[in-house]
């Protein structure tokens, strides 16, 4: 019944590694979403995928890769990890299309600390 | 561009009411209302649309003025359920899929 799903909930790892997220959204959703919320509560999206395409890539680094391998799933690959990448990661979907469907879906976040 | 919230934390008891402010220095087509609780996720809370009503739902409703640029939450006869952190999100532009969410509003029901 979860409508967006995250795995891990929790991932550990050391500098310089290459690590990715998963997410799953079982809405039917047109567009999905990462963001990342650091340590202040900041909510910053970081990439939008819509029917497959890249829409929205915000200034990251291009050691963020996002995957889309069909509409209900959206990947978060990081190479070479920072210690400030330590952060929660939200995925998230959305209809799209008329904006009375821009109402976003999150899932239940990714805390990834870098060590 | 990112909003601007205010106040950025309010403690109320049990009852009162409260107003979370969004105001932006670009022009917006609409503003989203999103609350988080402690280690949840965000969840959704309205949509205000250029040219819209007034939304409600329940006893939180919210407004848009779209001249001033500026949204504001109302939260009526609060209950404790109503605490955690209150982010606005707003796009400029429609079919832009973007939302750029404002630092949040903590917002803390003591009985």
């Known amino acids: 019944d979860t409508a967006v799903s995250q795995t891990p909930k929790y991932l550990v790892t050391q500098m310089g590694n290459d690590k990715s997220i998963k997410c799953e959204q079982n809405l039917g959703h047109d567009t999905m979403y990462w963001y990342k919320q650091d340590s202040k509560k900041f909510l910053k999206i970081m990439f939008s995928y819509n029917n497959k395409e890249l829409i929205i890539n915000e200034t990251v680094p291009n050691r963020f890769s996002p995957k889309s391998p069909d509409k209900a799933h959206l990947n978060l690959h990081i190479n070479s990890l920072e210690l400030g990448d330590s952060a929660v990661y939200f995925c998230?979907?959305?209809?799209?299309?008329?904006?009375?469907?821009?109402?976003?879906?999150f899932g239940p976040g990714t805390r990834l600390t870098v060590t | 561009q990112q909003p601007v919230q205010s106040p950025q934390a309010v403690i109320l008891r049990e009852g009162e009411d409260a107003v979370i402010n969004c105001s932006s220095s670009?022009?917006?087509?609409?503003v989203h209302w999103y609350r988080q609780k402690h280690g949840e996720a965000p969840v959704f809370l309205m949509i205000?649309?250029?040219?819209?009503e007034q939304k409600g739902h329940d006893k939180i409703s919210a407004s848009f003025n779209e001249k001033k640029q500026q949204s504001s939450l109302y939260l009526t006869a609060s209950q404790l359920s109503y605490s955690g952190t209150y982010f606005c999100?707003?796009?400029?532009?429609?079919?832009?899929?973007?939302?750029?969410f404002g630092k949040g509003t903590k917002l803390s029901v003591i009985p």
């Open positions: 670009k022009a917006l087509y609409s």
């Open positions: 205000l649309l250029k040219g819209g």
């Open positions: 998230a979907s959305s209809q799209g299309g008329l904006p009375e469907s821009y109402e976003q879906y």
């Open positions: 999100g707003t796009d400029s532009g429609a079919g832009s899929y973007q939302l750029t």
